[in-house]
């Protein structure tokens, strides 16, 4: 199966990626986590993006905040498909990040998620890379029927609440 990789700004979006990690662990994928920035490491970024198809990657996160210019960065430099989670890390509580990640050029498209959204993240990288892996499709066909339960679960017993 393809990797999925991350990468986040700095470390002090981990608490997002965590949420990312944590769903694609549930669903027993392979990933790898990156420290990279488009500002403070940008060859690296660059050269992980260049790199990404030839090693394995079939989607690519890119998690930052403030001007986050990360995932349309890493998305210059490959046409693997990129999922950008703008984070809250600023006065701004994410609308910064998330206008910088979401208004994309014509012919660089990065998929953003909502602020924080890294469970999302990971779920959508998970259905991109499941159109080659039924596996990975059903486990996450399974997932939405068992959501699904939880929510009627409550549905049936709300009243008693009120
Ligand atoms: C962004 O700036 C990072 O992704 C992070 O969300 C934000 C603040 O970074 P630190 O100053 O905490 O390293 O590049």
């Given at each position: 199966?393809?990797?999925?990789?991350i990468?986040?700004?700095?470390?002090?979006?981990?608490?997002?990626?965590?949420?990312?990690?944590?769903?694609?662990?549930?669903?027993?994928?392979?990933?790898?986590?990156?420290?990279?920035?488009?500002?403070?490491?940008p060859?690296?970024?660059?050269?992980?993006?260049?790199?990404?198809?030839?090693?394995?990657?079939?989607?690519?996160?890119?998690?930052?905040?403030?001007?986050?210019?990360?995932?349309?960065?890493?998305?210059?430099?490959?046409?693997?498909?990129?999922?950008?989670?703008?984070c809250?890390?600023?006065?701004?509580?994410?609308?910064?990040?998330?206008?910088?990640?979401?208004?994309?050029?014509?012919?660089?498209?990065?998929?953003?998620?909502?602020?924080?959204?890294?469970?999302?993240?990971?779920?959508?990288?998970?259905?991109?890379?499941?159109?080659?892996?039924?596996?990975?499709?059903?486990?996450?066909?399974?997932?939405?029927?068992?959501?699904?339960?939880?929510?009627?679960?409550?549905?049936?017993?709300?009243?008693?609440?009120?």
């Amino acid at each position: 199966m393809k990797k999925v990789g991350i990468v986040m700004g700095s470390d002090s979006d981990l608490p997002i990626i965590k949420k990312a990690t944590d769903m694609l662990k549930s669903l027993d994928m392979p990933f790898e986590v990156h420290i990279y920035s488009a500002h403070r490491t940008p060859v690296e970024a660059r050269d992980f993006a260049l790199n990404a198809a030839d090693n394995g990657f079939g989607v690519l996160i890119c998690a930052a905040g403030m001007a986050a210019h990360l995932a349309g960065a890493i998305a210059a430099n490959t046409t693997l498909p990129v999922i950008g989670i703008p984070c809250s890390s600023s006065n701004l509580d994410g609308m910064d990040a998330l206008l910088s990640t979401v208004m994309m050029p014509t012919g660089i498209p990065v998929a953003t998620v909502a602020i924080n959204g890294g469970a999302n993240a990971a779920l959508l990288a998970a259905q991109i890379i499941a159109l080659g892996e039924p596996e990975l499709a059903k486990k996450l066909a399974d997932k939405r029927a068992a959501d699904a339960a939880k929510v009627l679960e409550k549905d049936a017993s709300v009243m008693e609440k009120l």
